[in-house]
Each structure stands twice: as structure tokens, then as C-alpha cells.
Nanobody, 122 residues
Framework: QVQLVESGGGLVQAGGSLRLSCAAS????????MGWFRQAPGKQREFVAA????????YYADSVNGRFTISRDNAKNTLYLQMNSLNFEDTAVYYC???????????????WGQGTQVTVSS
């Protein structure tokens, strides 16, 4: 059963921007930490960004820090990932994830979406 639904992926030229969205499927967010991950072909899934829902604090991987911004809209119960200055290395399937118990921002997530493809062309 799908717990999270991502949207907003697509094809963008290098240097461009995209905003990804994540919404709970038939429920509201209950996780302590919400996160974004990505997986490129032939590579392991890697952490991108996370937000502590209660503290409203964010964390970023070094590879995206300064270019990506994670945020939320409480009224819409939606999580966002604003991606700026995109480059070829950002090409991947991006996943939204929900951590129900907290602890760390890069692991221990319980719910996952099916992913949305982001392709950056030169």
C-alpha cells in the first residue's frame, strides 16, 4: 500500500530548477522526520535532505547543500524540495520518506513513496 506520493519531477536543463512535492496518501503526516532521498542508475540510494517536523529544522547532504531547500506547508500537509542550479549529477529518481520514531535524519525511515524521475540535460 502506497503511503506517500511524490510529484513534480521532469526534464530540466542544467542550471534550471524544479520543485518536488510529497503528500500522504489518505492520511496526514505523523512522522517525526520527513526526508528526501534519490537513487541514480547503478548507484545506491542516498540521502538528500530532511526536515524535523516538530523542531522545523532541516538537514542537507553536502552534495546539495546551498542548492536545495526542504520545506513544508502545514495547511496543505505537503512536503517540498526546491531544487536550484541543477546539474547532470542530480539526475535520479527522488523519493519522499517518513520516519515515525526519529533518531537520525539519514536512516530509519518507515514509509516510502514510489518516486518521481528528475532528469537534467546538458
Amino acid at each position: 500500500q502506497v503511503q506517500l506520493v511524490e510529484s513534480g519531477g521532469g526534464l530540466v536543463q542544467a542550471g534550471g530548477s524544479l520543485r518536488l512535492s510529497c503528500a500522504a496518501s489518505g492520511r496526514t503526516f505523523t512522522g517525526v522526520i520527513m526526508g528526501w532521498f534519490r537513487q541514480a542508475p547503478g548507484k545506491q540510494r542516498e540521502f538528500v535532505a530532511a526536515l524535523n517536523w516538530f523542531r522545523d529544522s532541516s538537514y542537507y547532504a553536502d552534495s546539495v547543500n546551498g542548492r536545495f531547500t526542504i520545506s513544508r506547508d502545514n495547511a496543505k500537509n505537503t512536503l517540498y524540495l526546491q531544487m536550484n542550479s541543477l546539474n547532470f549529477e542530480d539526475t535520479a529518481v527522488y523519493y519522499c520518506a517518513e520516519n515515525l520514531i526519529g533518531g537520525t535524519y539519514s536512516s530509519g525511515y518507515n514509509y516510502w513513496g514510489q518516486g518521481t524521475q528528475v532528469t537534467v540535460s546538458s
